[in-house]
């Protein structure tokens, strides 16, 4: 067997993909994870993942109860109507579930790798008319655009874009990143290329100083080219590189060196200003004890912990129903990952398996930020609850990602790997 031949037949170093099988005592081995060819996938004959659909019900579902629950005294206070909130999830909820239907009943991986290209532009045409027509809801910083009927976070569509972009990159050239070659290899295709495109989102969400957002897409792209084959080496490289530049963000930015100041020294910050939102929501979690106060019995949603059907929402189940509530909500999001690493696991091909790890992985995240977030065990970065905070563009794109995952489960459901 020449150099060449032994290159191409290696097995995935990092160990997340199956690359070959035995066959007597010859073993020969065959790529089982490539990018999705046209004469090869036919029309989907297999149902959705049944057991991810129902977690991902629950969780919309158990969402929506604690939208009600937590912001129904804002809402009647700012609003006079305590279902304005609700009413306007609902409807969004609504509006993104028929579109989810249809995109599940009728796209595929290869539909989904045609289309991964083309929402990176996007996402980056968008990223660049918020540094120039953004507006900043009250935040302070410029993130999101205004369509007149609704508002648009770019940042959260760029998430979605590149774990889409990086996964066909990978699959494509997939051999190239597992070679050993110097030029055109593993550096260029398993480094410098997926950097740039992580580099180009990042370098545009650092500019609206939003640092939770960088970090939140500095990990997903190390993990998406983690999984695509790059290696260790260079993963830690880009991963310091990463922190490295959320540093710099909090040195030149008042508002972040103000908001980790205000972590570090929790007991000396002003209970009535800076660290009021931390206190309150740390008050009202250990005020739940083990069954909670009951299913709206909040007493901190009375104006203590501000909006709190955004960020801090997993505060007030947690002092409604206990750690009991809060044990279920991140059990249903275990459940979550767990059987959306198991979809991914059975793919027939290496991008959906790379999107669908991808797409999990920023569920994860997400929660698992969040908690710490609301917990104070890391500065207060504005990070949202998957499914349960209040954002109608936000809910909308996590149900299309879950209708992405579930597209490409019904090719994966049946597939025994």
């Known amino acids: 067997m020449n150099r060449e031949e032994n290159q191409s037949n290696t097995p995935h170093r990092n160990g997340f993909f199956r690359t070959g099988k035995q066959s007597g005592k010859a073993e020969s081995v065959e790529t089982t994870y490539s990018e999705p060819e046209r004469e090869t996938i036919l029309p989907a004959k297999g149902s959705v993942d049944v057991p991810f659909l129902l977690i991902t019900t629950a969780l919309v579902l158990f969402g929506c109860v604690m939208i009600y629950s937590a912001s129904s005294v804002y809402a009647e206070q700012y609003h006079d109507d305590n279902t304005y909130f609700i009413a306007r999830h609902l409807l969004f909820l609504l509006m993104a579930v028929a579109f989810t239907t249809v995109i599940v009943k009728f796209c595929t991986p290869l539909f989904w790798r045609d289309f991964s290209y083309v929402l990176f532009g996007v996402s980056v045409v968008l990223l660049l008319l918020v540094l120039v027509i953004g507006v900043d809801l009250g935040s302070g910083a410029k993130r999101w655009l205004n369509l007149g009927i609704f508002t648009v976070q770019p940042s959260e569509i760029a998430k979605l874009a590149l774990v889409l972009a990086l996964a066909r990159f990978l699959s494509r ?36 100083k939003h640092i939770s957002g960088l970090m939140i897409v500095g990990m997903i792209g190390i993990a998406v080219m983690l999984l695509g084959g790059t290696r260790w080496r260079w993963i830690l490289g880009i ?58 019995n909040s007493d901190q949603k009375f104006g203590y912990v501000s909006q709190p059907q955004n960020d801090f929402i997993f505060t007030i189940v947690c ?35 790379l999107t669908v790890y991808g797409l999990t992985f920023k569920v994860v995240l997400q929660v698992i930020l969040n908690v710490a977030v609301v917990t104070n065990s890391m500065p207060n970065t504005g990070i949202a609850l998957p499914f349960f905070s209040y954002g109608g563009t936000s809910l909308m794109l996590q149900v299309f990602e879950v209708g992405i995952i579930l597209s490409i489960s019904r090719y994966a459901s049946h597939r025994k790997i």
């Open 239 to 296: 991963a310091g590189a990463v922190f490295a530049a959320g540093c710099l963000l909090v040195l030149v930015s008042e508002y972040a060196q103000a908001r980790v100041m205000t972590w570090l020294y929790i007991e000396d910050a002003d209970p009535l200003g800076s660290a009021w939102q931390t206190l309150q929501g740390l008050m009202a979690i250990g005020s739940g004890g083990f069954f909670g106060k009951g299913l709206g």
């Open 319 to 353: 002092e409604e129903l206990g750690f009991v509530g809060a044990f279920l909500v991140l059990g249903l999001f275990a459940a979550f990952a767990w059987r959306g690493f198991y979809i991914a696991r059975h793919c027939p091909d290496k991008f959906s398996a």
């Open 173 to 208: 050239h997939e051999r190239e990143i597992l070679s050993n070659a110097r030029r055109g290899g593993h550096f260029r295709y398993g480094v410098m290329c997926p950097g740039i495109m992580i580099g180009t989102i990042a370098l545009l969400i650092a500019a609206e």
